[in-house]
């Protein structure tokens, strides 16, 4: 039986092939269950994640949460249909936890088996919906999710020529919105490059033809 009541079927025979990351953004995590399985507020996800490592179910991976809202990842959208919603007891600002990291790395190894998912389908809300979300946020721990598999993660470190056109096509065909240039910018730096800051440079163009390259559509 779910704990919150915001879930309904999964459409059109969809299942699971995305694993959305988001935060609370709250100060208190008793405050965002509250949110989560209030019927008034109408949102959900599959997994709460407190910050002392407790995993918290709060809908059943076989149906249909409702935390990603609008957006699409490689041109689909309905990404509620197509994902399992993950919130992460954070509030944007801070480190993420330890034993809250070391519980995500015990809990998407079953996910990602039960339902075939690859690691580049380990996403953040802000890849899927650039400029509307931000979360899991700049210091959200990605390298380290790449280093055990369960998300990707660029094997290099060089630099390309600076091509908004190539990255803009590799940003597509790895799975980014079709979005402006600026919003676009902002959610690949988020997923790959947090502290990066000014215009698109060489090393941008490089990491997402790398990921375009080994993952690309």
Partial sequence: MSLSPNFGPRRDGLVPE??????TAMADCDAALRVLCSPEREVSAHYL????????ALVDEAMRAWHAGAGEWRGRGD???RSIGIELDNDGLSPFAAPLMDALEALLPGILSRWSIPPEGVIGHSCM?????????PRFDWRRLGR????????????????PERF???ARAFGFPDV????LLQAVRLRFRAGARGPLDGRDCALL???????GA
């Fill in 209 to 215: 033809a790398e990921m375009a390259a080994r993952f």
């Fill in 148 to 163: 055990s598999g369960l998300a990707v993660w660029p094997r290099g470190a060089g630099t390309a020529p600076v091509d």
């Fill in 180 to 183: 402006d240039d600026d919003l």
């Fill in 18 to 23: 995305l694993v959305v990351l988001h935060y």
């Fill in 129 to 137: 919906a650039p400029g509307r979300k931000i979360d899991p946020g």
């Fill in 79 to 81: 990404v509620n249909s």
């Fill in 168 to 170: 803009r096509a590799d």
């Fill in 49 to 56: 994640i407190r910050r002392d490592g407790r995993v918290v």
